[in-house]
Nanobody, 127 residues
Framework: QVQLVESGGGLVQAGESLRLSCAAS????????MGWFRQAPGKDREFVAA????????YYQDSVKGRFTIFKDNAKNTVYLQMNSLEPEDTAVYYC????????????????????WGQGTQVTVSS
């Protein structure tokens, strides 16, 4: 089993920044990819960004490219999401997820690809 704990959410104004953290524990050595998803009220959970644990290749949803950066600290088993130039449309609960056996990097945007999920952290961006 893998446990994921997110932190770093909060209330900010448009244009400001936040950094989310996701710490993995348990059988974290089995993780091969990690992702960030978000879910706004009344909407489906959507892909934000993903990173391969070995090599560090990254993937982003088009709407966050250039504003968000996903990165990791292998020694701390932690993945981060640096969010800059936040917009009210970024308001959502943000979840991190771990994939132990990714079939293809082309599938990392799909939530059913992931095996473990954190509890989520709220990000609210006011206009």
């Amino acid at each position: 089993q893998v446990q994921l704990v997110e932190s770093g959410g909060g209330l900010v104004q448009a244009g400001e920044s936040l950094r989310l953290s996701c710490a993995a524990s348990g059988r974290s050595f089995s993780i091969n990819a990690m992702g960030w998803f978000r879910q706004a009220p009344g909407k489906d959970r959507e892909f934000v960004a993903a990173i391969m644990w070995l090599g560090g290749s990254t993937y982003y949803q088009d709407s966050v490219k250039g504003r968000f950066t996903i990165f990791k600290d292998n020694a701390k088993n932690t993945v981060y999401l640096q969010m800059n130039s936040l917009e009210p449309e970024d308001t959502a609960v943000y979840y991190c997820a771990a994939d132990v056996d990714p079939r293809s990097v082309k599938l990392l945007h799909l939530k059913y690809e992931y095996d473990y999920w954190g509890q989520g952290t709220q990000v609210t961006v006011s206009s």
